[in-house]
Nanobody, 115 residues
Framework: QVQFVESGGGLVQPGGSLRLSCAAS????????MGWYRQAPGKQRELVARINSDSSTTYADSVKGRSSISRDNNKNTMYLQMNSLKPEDTAVYYCNALYAGLQYWGQGTQVTVSS
């Protein structure tokens, strides 16, 4: 069975940092493109960052320059380092895996940026 365990979310003050983790099981991790999506109340789910199987990356303009996505294939884990956090970063962040038409989602982890 496929499972994603997300961690690292929580409450942080504006300007602070968080590192989100997504630990995957039940898939051949190295084959999958991995990504982080987020959804704020009343808004559509949007791509935050993606890292492909070849480790190429894509970032949303809103987080470019202050976020970094990475993966450790030996640990079957993907990370998102977020710095200089803003209130508009507040959302539920979801781990996503994609390969050969197969797509899986994590349960989501809440990130709240507030003073």
């Amino acid at each position: 069975q496929v499972q994603f365990v997300e961690s690292g979310g929580g409450l942080v003050q504006p300007g602070g940092s968080l590192r989100l983790s997504c630990a995957a099981s039940g898939i051949t991790f190295r084959f999958y493109a991995m990504g982080w999506y987020r959804q704020a109340p009343g808004k559509q789910r949007e791509l935050v960052a993606r890292i492909n199987s070849d480790s190429s990356t894509t970032y949303a303009d809103s987080v470019k320059g202050r976020s970094s996505i990475s993966r450790d294939n030996n640990k079957n884990t993907m990370y998102l380092q977020m710095n200089s956090l803003k209130p508009e970063d507040t959302a539920v962040y979801y781990c996503n895996a994609l390969y050969a038409g197969l797509q899986y989602w994590g349960q989501g982890t809440q990130v709240t940026v507030s003073s």
